[in-house]
């Protein structure tokens, strides 16, 4: 079984997409960290992202691991925890420039694909119901109001000390940026599929949020 979850920037998808892999038993992909890890590798290795054969010979000695310890997810490249230096400010900046790299998404979705095979999971990202797995058993788009995207990214930065609490207007101003770039790209642009849900978290508590994707999932397998 396949769980698709596409959205903008800080809709909650991940939040969801965690509380859902574990009510319902699944495994979780979070397809944007390893958007974020190739990011952070390219700029530890002061590769330019304009350099497509320096970015195909980095991506080809890439290791990237998740590992799942004590619930949490952890990411590891090239043997290092980057779990948590993935999510600061510098990567959010660039991040939709090397995910908008061609070959940077072929090798992604390979992975991807991989990973999933043969297993039941829930994958989070920007594409999945579009090019990951357009035949996905289940497809939720997730958005919420801008204000409340920037409000919840504030928190994440604030409490990484890379934002101040006063920020609220950069950061959404940042959130606009991102999420103008990913829509207008190329390659698998950030598009809601045509059969895919939507659910709007703007007043909705993250439990609401999981129990209603639990709720379709168990009702529609029990259909089936
Ligand atoms: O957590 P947040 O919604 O801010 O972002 P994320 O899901 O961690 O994704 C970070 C970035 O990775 C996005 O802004 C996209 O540029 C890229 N991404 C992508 O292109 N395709 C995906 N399937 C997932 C993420």
């Given at each position: ?5 596409d959205?903008?920037?800080?809709s909650g998808?991940?939040?969801a997409a ?16 390893m958007?974020?890890?190739v ?6 290795n002061q590769?330019?992202?304009?350099n ?13 691991k998740?590992s799942?310890k ?6 590891k490249?090239?043997?290092?925890d980057?779990?948590?230096?993935i999510r ?9 420039e090397v ?6 998404r072929?090798?992604?979705?390979k992975?991807?694909?991989e990973?999933?095979k043969?297993t ?5 990202g920007?594409d999945?119901?579009t090019v ?5 058993d ?9 204000k409340?995207r920037?409000?919840r990214r504030?928190?994440d930065?604030?409490?990484v000390?890379?934002k101040?609490?006063s920020e ?10 991102r999420d ?7 390659y698998?642009p950030?598009k809601?599929?045509e059969d895919a849900l939507?659910i709007?978290?703007?007043h909705?508590?993250i439990?609401k949020?999981?129990e209603?994707?639990?709720n ?8 089936v």
């Amino acid at each position: 079984m396949i769980v698709a979850i596409d959205g903008p920037a800080a809709s909650g998808k991940s939040t969801a997409a965690i509380g859902v892999a574990k009510a319902l038993n699944i495994t979780h992909i979070d397809t944007g960290a390893m958007y974020r890890a190739v990011t952070f590798g390219l700029i530890k290795n002061q590769i330019n992202f304009k350099n497509v054969e320096a970015v195909e010979a980095y991506l080809n000695t890439l290791e990237l691991k998740f590992s799942i310890k004590e619930k949490n997810t952890t990411l590891k490249l090239d043997n290092t925890d980057i779990t948590e230096k993935i999510r600061s400010n510098k990567i959010n900046k660039n991040v939709s420039e090397v995910s908008a790299i061609k070959i940077v998404r072929e090798f992604m979705v390979k992975i991807q694909r991989e990973m999933a095979k043969g297993t039941d999971c829930i994958l989070e990202g920007r594409d999945i119901g579009t090019v990951v797995f357009p035949n996905a058993d289940y497809k939720f788009f997730i958005t919420a109001n801008e204000k409340s995207r920037a409000e919840r990214r504030l928190m994440d930065l604030v409490s990484v000390g890379d934002k101040k609490v006063s920020e609220l207007d950069v950061v959404l101003d940042e959130l606009r940026v991102r999420d103008y770039k990913d829509s207008m790209r190329d390659y698998s642009p950030l598009k809601k599929a045509e059969d895919a849900l939507i659910i709007d978290t703007t007043h909705l508590t993250i439990n609401k949020v999981v129990e209603k994707i639990v709720n379709i999932v168990n009702q529609k397998r029990t259909l089936v």
